[in-house]
């Protein structure tokens, strides 16, 4: 069978890490004696008028029999790329992790709205645009050190730690333009570590430790160079494989990474990934995630 995956970088200039993910999901299909197919976004064009439709180099797009969503995108095409989620919908496709979904989870605004909206437990986080409305906002947080976060970004990347308030209104005066900022509670006990969970069509798959080896360095991502180990996770209706699978089903994601720290109070969701790595997950578990992922496109297509 020859299943289709939609992204949003060039083949030719993917990352390193991308390229991993990629090379993974297509030996996958392989093995599980299928083909599975890249579609660039910049390949792509939409028709509208007499019916829905996709063109993909100049060609309809037909014979796809399920579509995976490798969900990266931001910045000046993201309007773009989500109506082209949209428009594989549109034309009757099976998408695994849907236009909204993806959205709910991308946009880390939204993510927080959905989140709360589902009473999953984060750590207590504000959103501003201004230097001037810091002082309510810190004054429910805490105490120094903060989370300060950009609302897109992957990987460790528009993530900061922030030491006083001094240094936390120079950033954003830095970045006063209107953009939102939002601000999180530091948890200590958590410093330089979280568990990541791997969810695939509602079933936990995997679970990984993340600590970091830099001296000085609070973010855990294994792609700047945290250390990964296989994690166990609690179990009952508050432990870490419940919270991660309700965190995947409040943003309705089929396939997502959800990041948990462990707190004192118990363990809360920083963010919900619709497009969580491979190499990391692959190595810390030796599970074959994206044979995973693989079955799990192929249970989507219709009999």
């Known amino acids: 069978m020859n299943l289709h995956m939609l992204v949003f970088t060039r083949l030719e200039t993917q990352s390193a890490t991308t390229k991993v993910a990629h090379d993974l999901l297509t030996a996958a299909a392989v093995a599980e004696g299928h083909e599975l197919t890249i579609i660039s976004d910049f390949d792509c064009q939409m ?129 006063d333009n209107g953009e939102p900022i939002v601000l999180q509670q530091y948890v200590k006990e958590s410093s330089g570590k979280d568990i990541r969970v791997f969810v695939v069509g509602d079933r936990v798959i995997g679970a990984m430790k993340r600590e970091t080896t830099r001296r000085g360095e609070f973010r855990s991502n294994f792609h700047l160079g945290g250390k ?49 790595g491979l190499e990391g997950i692959t190595q810390a578990t030796g599970k074959n995630i994206a044979g995973e992922i693989i079955r799990f496109m192929v249970s989507k297509v219709p009999a």
């Open 47 to 175: 028709h509208f008028g007499n019916e829905t439709s996709v063109f993909i180099r100049n060609t309809p797009a037909k014979d796809i029999n399920v579509l995976f969503v490798r969900a990266n995108l931001s910045g000046a095409k993201l309007q773009f790329r989500r109506t082209l989620i949209k428009q594989f919908e549109l034309m009757g496709i099976p998408v695994v992790n849907r236009e909204e979904a993806v959205m709910n989870a991308k946009n880390k605004l939204r993510n927080l709205q959905v989140l709360t909206e589902h009473n999953i437990p984060i750590p207590k986080t504000y959103v501003v645009s201004h230097a001037g409305y810091l002082d309510d906002a810190l004054k429910d947080i805490g105490r120094f050190p903060i989370i300060l976060k950009t609302p897109s970004g992957s990987q460790g990347k528009g993530v900061a730690i922030i030491e006083s308030k001094r240094g936390l209104k120079s950033v954003i005066e830095m970045f």
């Open 228 to 276: 990964v180990s296989v994690a166990d996770l609690t179990k009952g209706p508050k432990g870490e494989k419940q919270l991660a699978l309700n965190a995947t089903r409040a943003c309705g994601l089929d396939i997502a990474g959800v990041d948990i720290l462990r707190t004192q109070d118990g363990p809360k969701v920083i963010e919900v990934n619709a497009n969580p």
